[in-house]
Antibody, heavy 124, light 106 residues
Framework: QVYLHESGPGLVKSSEALSLICSVSGASIKADDYYWSWIRQSPGKGLEWIGYIHYSGDTYYTPSLKSQVSMSLDTSNNCFSLELNSVTAADTAVYFCVRDFRDEGGNSVGLDVWGQGTFVSVSS | DIQMTQSPSSVSASIGDRVTITCRASQAIGSWLAWYQQKPGRAPTLLIHTSSSLQSGVPSRFSGSGSGTEFTLTISGLQAEDFSIYYC?????????FGQGTKVEI
């Protein structure tokens, strides 16, 4: 059974950086088939896909957040992380780490494993 | 970005009913469409991928169809545990985008 678990501060001050870690158990983050994503959910904007990172070093960040976002892998601890800089109230959301399973052609066959989510509030 | 539009936004149904949810993409996405179920306070779970493939462990009363720009999720014989919010998501082109959700309620 594969489990993902997000950890990080629940409260971040406006203009500072939000940092979250996703611990993965039951699967290796070095597997070719898995891309590791972050998704957030806020009442105003629904589900928003932030981007992914792959063991190969391949990353993609959604254009609207590209200037703020950075993702990295820690293979020693089988985890990956999200950093979102210069946060504002609009970044208040539940953040999910998610496994994106790809087929041999690199096509996504679904976001098949989700962490429980962690709520991050941005205060002024 | 590809915009995903679900209809209806909410639907009232009873146990045993057949429920159909539609998802429309703003441009053709082939069959790169997935459906998720989300219960209050929980993360979404994958029901269907590539338009019609049932994810392992998902009951067969869930089915999906469609290609191009129009897709449907059907629940045949609604059960009590199916009252949730359902989301579609495209993975044809980056960034992946989701529909706004459809709430299935009593």
């Amino acid at each position: 059974q594969v489990y993902l678990h997000e950890s990080g501060p629940g409260l971040v001050k406006s203009s500072e950086a939000l940092s979250l870690i996703c611990s993965v158990s039951g699967a290796s983050i070095k597997a070719d088939d898995y891309y590791w994503s972050w998704i957030r959910q806020s009442p105003g904007k629904g589900l928003e896909w932030i981007g992914y990172i792959h063991y190969s070093g391949d990353t993609y960040y959604t254009p609207s957040l590209k200037s703020q976002v950075s993702m990295s892998l820690d293979t020693s601890n089988n985890c990956f992380s999200l950093e979102l800089n210069s946060v504002t109230a609009a970044d208040t959301a539940v953040y999910f780490c998610v496994r994106d399973f790809r087929d041999e052609g690199g096509n996504s066959v679904g976001l098949d494993v989700w962490g429980q989510g962690t709520f991050v509030s941005v205060s002024s | 970005d590809i915009q995903m539009t679900q209809s209806p936004s909410s639907v009232s149904a009873s146990i045993g009913d057949r429920v159909t949810i539609t998802c429309r993409a703003s441009q053709a996405i082939g069959s790169w469409l997935a459906w998720y179920q989300q219960k209050p306070g929980r993360a979404p779970t994958l029901l269907i991928h590539t338009s019609s493939s049932l994810q392992s462990g998902v009951p067969s009363r869930f089915s999906g169809s469609g290609s191009g720009t129009e897709f449907t999720l059907t629940i045949s014989g609604l059960q009590a545990e199916d009252f949730s919010i359902y989301y579609c998501q495209q993975s044809n082109s980056f960034p992946w985008t989701f529909g706004q959700g459809t709430k299935v309620e009593i």
